[in-house]
């Protein structure tokens, strides 16, 4: 148990639809990170928040957004779904920028 | 643009034998290399580290070799054990600044008894 929460488990969504992802990241951690990983993929990186500002922005589209509460949690909001969002988002955290990063299970998505 | 490559998507290995998995990278200001282990179902587990000053970490069965002029790093994993059947992903990263992590499309290692 790296001690990063994700909620929910599984999500199946229809095209068109809106899904918040939740992230809880360890104890202490500062910094929050979100990952994609689809079929045959690598792990994309999509954004990083540190301390509730947004510090890093990667291969992120324009209907994803993403921020950081005052308590650390963080969400990731997906909008307009389409067929080929459906991945495994990962959630991971860190004590701040350079230390190792610790990944949670992951949300798994899937968009009909 | 993959700028962590492993080019080999699989590697069998019998059990008590060495498996070396390897990771190629192109963006020269990477000094920050890690390892990550991945089950079926569950998130990456960070497995080992190296900063770009060394060129060799050692901890217990796994040690990572870093050569910066090729750009190129390599897990060895002795004995393996068919625990350590899984997928494994380079990543890389500048380690002052964002600290992003860069991930490899990984390596499904199968170690056979």
């Known amino acids: 148990d790296s001690g990063v929460t994700q909620t929910p488990k599984h999500l199946i969504t229809a095209t068109g639809q809106r899904v918040t992802l939740r992230c809880s990241p360890r104890s202490g951690d500062l910094s929050v990170y979100w990952y994609q990983q689809s079929l045959d993929q690598g792990l994309q990186f999509l954004i990083h928040y540190y301390n509730g500002e947004e510090r890093a922005k990667g291969n992120i589209l324009e209907r994803f957004s993403a921020q950081q509460f005052p308590d650390l949690h963080s969400e990731l909001n997906l909008s307009s779904l389409e067929l080929g969002d459906s991945a495994l988002y990962f959630c991971?955290?860190?004590?701040?920028?350079?230390?190792?990063?610790?990944f949670g299970e992951g949300s798994w998505l899937t968009v009909v | 643009d993959q700028q962590v490559k492993q080019n080999s998507p699989s590697l069998s290995v019998q059990e008590g034998r060495i498996s070396i998995l390897n990771c190629d990278y192109t963006?020269?200001?990477?000094?920050?290399f890690l390892w990550y282990k991945k089950y079926p179902a569950e998130g990456p587990t960070f497995l080992i580290s190296?900063?770009?000053?060394?060129d060799k970490n050692e901890d217990g069965r796994f040690t990572v070799f870093l050569n910066k002029s090729a750009k190129h790093l390599s897990l060895h994993i002795v004995p393996s054990q068919p625990g350590d059947s899984a997928v494994y992903f380079c990543?890389?990263?500048?380690?002052?600044?964002?600290?992003?992590?860069?991930f490899g499309t990984g390596t499904r290692l199968t170690v056979i008894p």
């Open positions: 963006n020269s200001m990477f000094d920050y």
């Open positions: 190296i900063s770009s000053i060394k």
């Open positions: 991971a955290s860190s004590v701040e920028p350079g230390n190792t990063i610790y």
């Open positions: 990543a890389a990263s500048e380690q002052t600044g964002a600290n992003n992590l860069f």
